[in-house]
């Protein structure tokens, strides 16, 4: 998390780590978008540095293939063979389960592709 000099903060900036004045007190919490007035009085506290969050990349949207969810549900059906379906958390941990394989898949088969390597076997 880098530290970054006040006159380099804009609103909405958010904090990764609480600020604290001289005395130990709790100016601004973590977690935080600091707004204009915010950084306006960091500096009258005598802070010069705020230790912010780095932005979070945005995840792309996978569209997963309707064969490739069906393989999905093959490989984990073994899985859950045993398990008392009717149960809900049982049901969502199975849909979990082929939500995560499906992904893994296609991320696996669009990165052989993008690197000139063909699908997995």
């Not at 880098?2 to 973590?30: M, S």
């Not at 500096?43 to 979070?56: I, Q, R």
């Amino acid at each position: 998390m880098p530290l970054r000099p006040i006159d380099a903060l804009e609103p909405g900036v958010v904090l990764a780590a609480p600020v604290y004045d001289d005395a130990g007190r709790l100016l601004i919490p973590e977690g935080r978008p600091l707004t204009e007035r915010q950084i306006q009085r960091l500096s009258g506290w005598g802070v010069h540095e705020v230790d912010v969050a780095e932005p979070e990349a945005e995840e792309e949207e996978l569209v997963l293939d309707p064969e490739l969810l069906a393989r999905a549900e093959e490989v984990v059906a073994p899985r859950f063979a045993l398990q008392p379906m009717e149960h809900r958390l049982v049901r969502e941990t199975r849909a979990l389960a082929v939500l995560q394989w499906a992904t893994k898949e296609s991320r696996s088969v669009r990165s052989h592709s993008s690197t000139g390597g063909g699908p997995k076997p």
